[in-house]
């Protein structure tokens, strides 16, 4: 059994619980250990890191310091921490300089960055650490005749050089695990484009539009639900559904991959939180054949 820390960053405790939630109970059906990380701050991804790389080296260096304490490789299951962490771990291992300044700050909590540490994002637990057998074999309720599209967000596979998950202009992991489990993976136009949500700070009219574009898409090819990886992807896809003016009956239901995959592999609904998802995925769950 492989055990890792797993840091949930800021946004998924309070926003997106139900993925914190799948993503324990789906990893745990295959035998992953997750110890859940005390006292971990901020990867100061995107905001901190615009505004000051010290001040980001020191956040993201003092969670990979953390693990390393712990002798434990990080799971980080938001793509904007994934990407933050293993960015900040390649500045480190690269630049003696930084790793020096970063340990300064550390000393006085006894803490230590030397590079003993791997990130993994979720995708690459499915795929390297489970393996799509394993996945296949655990199959006991396949999905039948639903049509699923894949959204995996900017800073899971990008830029693969750093964060090495996924061919980021052709991305399959959630694709093969769609088919795996049942359904019918669809491709769509701008699958691999941003959902907008990195810009919500900045100009909200503009991020609503893309992401709009993005359901446009996808309404376009006939699919039933999104599935992503993503937590900043995943509130995105869903909020901008909720516009003035549109119609409740054509949104897109949009959920996890560990809520997809969960219900497959006969694990209980509310254990994955599917309750709370504010697009209920009823839909989905209704093409579900009985189990084996």
């Known amino acids: 059994m492989r055990e890792f820390a797993l840091y949930l960053g800021c946004t998924t405790p309070v926003r997106l619980p139900q993925y914190e ?14 110890t859940t990380m ?3 701050n901020c990867c100061g991804a995107q905001y901190v890191e615009s505004l000051s790389r010290p001040a980001f080296a020191a956040l993201s260096g003092r969670i990979l310091a953390l693990a390393e304490r712990e002798g434990l490789d990080i799971l980080a299951i938001c793509g904007a921490c994934s990407g933050s962490l293993k960015t900040v771990k390649h500045e480190l291992d690269s630049d003696r ?10 000393k006085d909590e006894d803490l230590e960055y030397t590079g003993n540490v791997h990130v993994k994002h979720l995708l690459q637990i499915f795929q390297e650490d489970i393996g799509y057998n394993a996945i296949e074999e655990a199959i006991v309720r396949p999905y039948k005749g639903i049509r699923l599209a894949a959204h995996y967000g900017c800073h ?3 830029p693969y050089e750093i964060v090495q998950v996924d061919d980021p202009e052709n991305p399959t992991i959630i694709d093969r695990i769609i088919e795996i489990a049942g359904a019918t993976a669809v491709d769509y136009v701008g699958k691999t484009r941003c959902c907008g949500g990195p810009m919500l700070a900045v100009d909200e009219p503009v991020a609503n539009k893309i992401g709009m574009e993005k359901i446009e ?9 999104l599935v992503t990886a993503c937590v900043f992807c995943e509130i995105q896809l869903t909020q901008v559904q909720f516009g003035e003016g549109l119609d409740p009956k054509n949104r897109v239901p949009v959920l996890s991959l560990p809520q997809f995959l969960g219900p497959a592999i006969g694990i209980d609904m509310n254990a994955l939180g599917t309750y709370l998802n504010k697009i209920p995925p009823d839909n989905i769950f209704a093409s579900l054949a009985e189990a084996k």
Do not use: H
Request: charged residues 25%.
């Open 21 to 34: 939630a799948s993503v324990k109970a789906v990893l745990e059906k295959f035998g992953i250990e997750l």
């Open 38 to 40: 005390k006292d971990a």
């Open 97 to 106: 300089y930084l790793r020096s300044e970063v340990n300064d700050l550390l």
């Open 156 to 158: 899971v596979t990008r």
């Open 217 to 225: 898409n996808l309404q376009n090819v006939g699919v039933q639900g």
